[in-house]
């Protein structure tokens, strides 16, 4: 059905205005624009604070390495696997406790702590171990109350007790085999757990 204007005119359908007389044939209504979605700011993540150094000044490095150090001394009845042992397990629980990922280097890094720690540890033992014979009456006395015992390693180890330069050479030895072997240990843990 066509509609017509008051004046007569017919319109064409939707027509807004007359097109003979220009009267308005229906009110117009403003379309208001549609508002684009508003979306959420996300801000960026905070970038991760850089790993603090490997060193002795670490606290974190260096309560680890304290535990495993006496954990590993404890263990000396199993002596190469021990040092071994102590660095992987300190350069794991470094990665672990803290997050950080840990390259060779650093995994290297946190077994040499290790492995002094633990050579101060079985230093001071065996400082203590001379003391105790020298406060019993010297390694002569002592070695008397031992002579019962056919382990040849006990009697090796009272020779060596009898001369300083043997000590001192024992001491050197125990600290390239317990610090490199710990550090083996931080470099394979590193290499293994270091990037997971």
Same mark, same amino acid.
């Given at each position: 059905?066509?509609?017509?204007?008051?004046?007569?005119?017919?319109?064409?359908?939707?027509?807004?205005?007359?097109?003979?007389?220009?009267?308005?044939?229906?009110?117009?209504?403003?379309?208001?624009?549609?508002?684009?979605?508003?979306?959420?700011?996300?801000?960026?993540?905070?970038?991760?604070?850089?790993?603090?150094?490997?060193?002795?000044?670490?606290?974190?490095?260096?309560?680890?390495?304290?535990?495993?150090?006496?954990?590993?001394?404890?263990?000396?009845?199993?002596?190469?696997?021990?040092?071994?042992?102590?660095?992987?397990?300190?350069?794991? /629980?470094?990665?672990? %406790?803290?997050?950080?990922?840990?390259?060779? *280097? +650093? =995994?290297?890094?946190?077994?040499? @702590? !290790?492995?002094?720690?633990?050579?101060?540890?079985?230093?001071?033992?065996?400082?203590?171990?001379?003391?105790?014979?020298?406060?019993?009456?010297?390694?002569?006395?002592?070695?008397?109350?031992?002579?019962?015992?056919?382990?040849?390693?006990?009697?090796?180890? /009272?020779?060596?007790? %009898?001369?300083?330069?043997?000590?001192?050479? *024992? +001491? =050197?030895?125990?600290?390239?085999? @317990? !610090?490199?072997?710990?550090?083996?240990?931080?470099?394979?843990?590193?290499?293994?757990?270091?990037?997971?």
């Amino acid at each position: 059905m066509a509609d017509y204007c008051t004046c007569g005119a017919e319109l064409p359908p939707d027509a807004l205005f007359c097109h003979k007389c220009g009267k308005p044939q229906r009110q117009i209504v403003a379309v208001e624009p549609e508002e684009p979605p508003i979306e959420p700011v996300v801000a960026p993540p905070l970038p991760r604070p850089e790993a603090p150094p490997l060193s002795f000044r670490n606290p974190v490095a260096l309560r680890i390495a304290i535990l495993v150090a006496i954990g590993a001394t404890c263990l000396s009845f199993l002596p190469y696997l021990n040092w071994l042992a102590a660095g992987y397990f300190a350069a794991f /629980f470094y990665r672990r %406790r803290t997050g950080y990922s840990l390259n060779v *280097l +650093l =995994g290297i890094r946190m077994g040499w @702590i !290790t492995g002094i720690l633990m050579f101060v540890i079985t230093a001071v033992l065996f400082g203590g171990l001379v003391l105790v014979i020298n406060a019993s009456g010297g390694v002569d006395q002592f070695q008397a109350q031992f002579r019962n015992m056919a382990d040849p390693r006990v009697q090796e180890m /009272f020779q060596i007790l %009898r001369n300083r330069s043997d000590v001192l050479l *024992l +001491l =050197g030895e125990l600290f390239v085999f @317990i !610090t490199c072997l710990s550090m083996a240990g931080g470099a394979l843990a590193a290499k293994l757990v270091g990037r997971h």
